[in-house]
């Protein structure tokens, strides 16, 4: 059959699943959509549901239902037998899981616009073992795993299971042409002629050892190359996909011409090591590839708390080894590229003589260089790359910034604050925000009460407010009493990504607070007139994760703010640039 139809024979025998209705049976679903219950997809339910319905996913249908879910968890296959590694899985709260019934409801799948994109005919709901999932598939139950801790602390505790029906394909109004689906790739193989195809699996800048990598690899099975970056979720801190694509766009001429194709997948990354090198390689297939480039530590996220690697270094190509006739893809195996400075060459480790001079730099070095503005050398990346990293990445002087206080009501945050605004305002070069507790309660949460609810509500619009403000390059001063850890930080986390952000514990004692109580609010609470007033009635969690710590019974505003521009000075977040006049 046609690739338009996206019916594609797919190389472990069977169809090439493409789930996109005809427009006429689209019309038909939206018709009856207004009858059936909505799910607003998550940004990595909506990735899986797109590379569903593209076929990327093949040969799945939909999401799979307990039966498929245990068996991929617990064997990395289907139930037919066919190797699966990682679990498709449609998360929800266990309100929505209970509104459903398995066999006859239908759920119209929707995104954060409210667009329908598909339909899910539910065929099975139940309540997972998350813990036994995180252990079967990532083999750990860390936080500090991405992927253990979106199944145990991010998801939704229900599961449900069933087919889609196709209706749109997410928008996506960025790199049209780079947006490949499964049938359009393979299609572009056919007519370019490219029958051994070579993919390489990146969701970081590629930088010199990457190239050297991907030229040597397609160069050693004589294949063409297919860089195929992940551009839906990736580990939470990696560069953006924008500041990523753009980098690969540059890197396309450093390769002979007509030998090398970009193309982007909407891939939710889980970073399971092992298991998912072989997942990339199935996705890979379905796109039309014949080869995968496998590296050191292929989608591994790293090190665990106690610095131990999750998985070993070469761990992904074994257990791809093992499976590699089943899998239907060549691997092609690398130890990692390393420069020799005496030869001006890379080199895989492995081949590398004793004495030999090896310079090196580390993801950890690249990052602090790009933070103080420091040269980044020739032999690691091209300039061009450096140049784009820079555009998305200045040095910290000219970085975004959020200050966020937190303390007792009277502990002196907004005091402190006025006056670090004003500094600010002298040295110049970055507009500055203060976000008051009391403003934003006048202002921006007004409807809201003292509840635990209606407190992390309050904070996290705050948060928002400050991230929106750190992205566009400003400083965000924000003063909320914020007296609960976990929101703190969950603003952490949400503004880090983008900027600067450092946590300022006013830790001034709760009878100096009582002592400075302008409005009687203290008076009150002891009253009981006041209820849900913190520090009396309603607890503070103080933060252990604070980079600064003031007293201001034991000085002056003036002295807490210099302590903090002090704390900014050493970071790197004022530099010479932020307060010198130009030349």
């Known amino acids: 059959m046609t690739a338009s139809t996206g019916h594609l024979i797919a190389p472990h025998g069977g169809e090439l699943v493409n789930l996109i209705e005809e427009p006429e049976r689209i019309s038909e679903l939206k018709a009856h959509s207004r009858e059936w219950p909505s799910w607003d997809l998550s940004p990595r339910q909506i990735c899986d549901l797109e590379l569903l319905m593209s076929g990327g996913f093949s040969p799945l249908r939909g999401f799979l239902g307990r039966a498929e879910y245990e068996s991929v968890c617990q064997n990395m296959r289907l139930a037919n037998g066919l190797i699966w590694p990682i679990p498709i899985t449609l998360d929800v709260t266990e309100e929505f899981a209970k509104s459903l019934k398995p066999g006859s409801s239908k759920v119209a799948l929707r995104d954060a616009e409210g667009v329908m994109l598909a339909v899910l005919e539910v065929e099975d709901v139940w309540q997972p073992n998350r813990k036994a999932e995180a252990e079967a598939v990532f083999r750990t139950t860390s936080t500090a795993h991405p992927g253990a801790d979106y199944v145990l602390n991010k998801s939704g505790p229900w599961y449900v299971g069933g087919r889609i029906r196709g209706g749109v394909m997410p928008a996506h109004y960025d790199y049209r042409t780079l947006r490949l689906t499964p049938a359009e790739l393979r299609a572009d193989f056919s007519r370019l002629g490219w029958r051994r195809v070579v993919a390489f699996q990146t969701r970081n800048p590629m930088h010199r050892a990457h190239q050297e990598l991907t030229f040597r690899a397609a160069k050693s099975v004589e294949a063409n190359l297919l860089l195929h970056p992940s551009v839906g979720m990736t580990k939470p801190g990696d560069v953006d996909y924008f500041t990523r694509v753009r980098c690969y766009q540059l890197l396309i001429s450093k390769y002979p011409a007509g030998t090398v194709k970009l193309a982007m997948l909407p891939l939710a990354m889980r970073m399971g090591g092992p298991r998912e090198a072989i997942w990339h390689a199935l996705i890979r297939k379905n796109h039309g590839c014949t080869h995968l480039i496998v590296g050191r530590d292929h989608a591994g996220p790293g090190k665990d708390g106690d610095g131990k690697p999750f998985y070993g270094p070469y761990e992904a190509q074994d257990l791809f080894q093992k499976h590699e006739a089943e899998i239907g ?255």
């Open 329 to 583: 893809v060549t691997m092609v195996p690398f130890n990692m590229m390393v420069y020799l400075a005496d030869q001006d060459r890379y080199v895989p480790e492995d081949e590398v003589l004793n004495g030999a001079r090896v310079l090196n730099l580390s993801g950890t070095d690249l990052r602090r260089r790009l933070n103080e503005g420091g040269d980044i050398p020739s032999w690691f990346t091209y300039p061009e790359v450096v140049e784009e990293l820079r555009r998305s990445y200045p040095p910290r002087h000219k970085q975004g910034l959020t200050i966020f206080f937190t303390g007792l009501s009277g502990s002196g945050k907004s005091t402190i604050a006025n006056v670090l605004r004003t500094k600010f305002l002298e040295l110049g070069g970055r507009p500055v925000t203060l976000l008051d507790g009391d403003l934003v309660r006048k202002h921006l949460s007004s409807e809201l009460g003292f509840s635990k609810e209606h407190r992390d509500i309050n904070i996290r619009r705050i948060g928002y407010v400050g991230s929106e403000i750190t992205k566009n390059g400003g400083i965000a001063i924000c003063a909320p009493i914020a007296p609960y850890d976990a929101i703190r930080k969950h603003v952490r986390a949400m503004i880090e990504p983008l900027g600067g952000f450092i946590l300022v514990h006013v830790s001034t004692p709760l009878e100096v607070c009582e002592q400075r109580d302008r409005k009687g609010l203290y008076a009150k609470a002891r009253a009981g007139i006041l209820k849900e007033f913190t520090g009396i009635s309603d607890p503070y969690e103080e933060p252990r994760d604070a980079e600064v710590v003031i007293n201001t019974a034991e000085m002056t505003p003036e002295e807490a703010a210099q302590e903090i521009i002090l704390h900014l000075e050493r970071e790197g977040f004022i530099g010479i640039s932020s307060s010198a006049p130009p030349a």
